[in-house]
C-alpha cells in the first residue's frame, strides 16, 4: 500500500502562483510514476502532468505545458507541481496518484493504483 497526502492548496487570483506537494508513505519502491490529476465540479478528472521515478521523464497536459512544472524528491518521496501563471480554468481539486505498473498509458487515470484525497485550489478572476 502508498499513502498519499496533498497540500499547498488554496485562493489566489489570476496570474498568481502555488506549489502542491504529495507526500508519500509506505511501499513507495513499489512507484514507477507519480501524476497530478485535477477535477472541477460536474466534470471528470483530467490529467495534468506525470512524472517516472527513474529518468524524471515529464509530460504534461497541453493546456497547462508552459505554467505548470512537475518535480519530485525522491529521498522525500515527494512530488511537486509547481503552477505559474494561474488562470480560472485551473480550478480545481487536485489529486496526486502512484502508479506501479510499467508499459501503461500514464495519461490514463487508470494506470495509477493509489491516490491521495485532493486539495482545493481556486483562482479568481
Known amino acids: 500500500q502508498v499513502q498519499l497526502v496533498e497540500s499547498g492548496g488554496g485562493l489566489v487570483q489570476a496570474g498568481a502562483s502555488l506549489r502542491l506537494s504529495c507526500a508519500a508513505s509506505?511501499?513507495?519502491?513499489?512507484?514507477?510514476?507519480m501524476g497530478w490529476f485535477r477535477q472541477a465540479p460536474g466534470k471528470e478528472r483530467d490529467f495534468v502532468a506525470f512524472?517516472?521515478?527513474?529518468?524524471?521523464?515529464?509530460y504534461y497536459a497541453a493546456s497547462v505545458k508552459g505554467r505548470f512544472t512537475i518535480s519530485s524528491d525522491n529521498a522525500k518521496n515527494t512530488v511537486y507541481l509547481q503552477m505559474n501563471n494561474l488562470k480560472p480554468e485551473d480550478t480545481a481539486v487536485y489529486f496526486c496518484?502512484?502508479?506501479?505498473?510499467?508499459?501503461?498509458?500514464?495519461?490514463?487515470?487508470?494506470?495509477?493504483?493509489?491516490w491521495g484525497q485532493g486539495t482545493q485550489v481556486t483562482v479568481s478572476s
Open positions: 512524472i517516472t521515478r527513474r529518468g524524471g521523464i515529464t
Open positions: 509506505g511501499r513507495t519502491f513499489s512507484s514507477y510514476a
Open positions: 496518484a502512484v502508479g506501479t505498473k510499467t508499459d501503461i498509458n500514464l495519461v490514463d487515470r487508470t494506470a495509477y493504483d493509489y
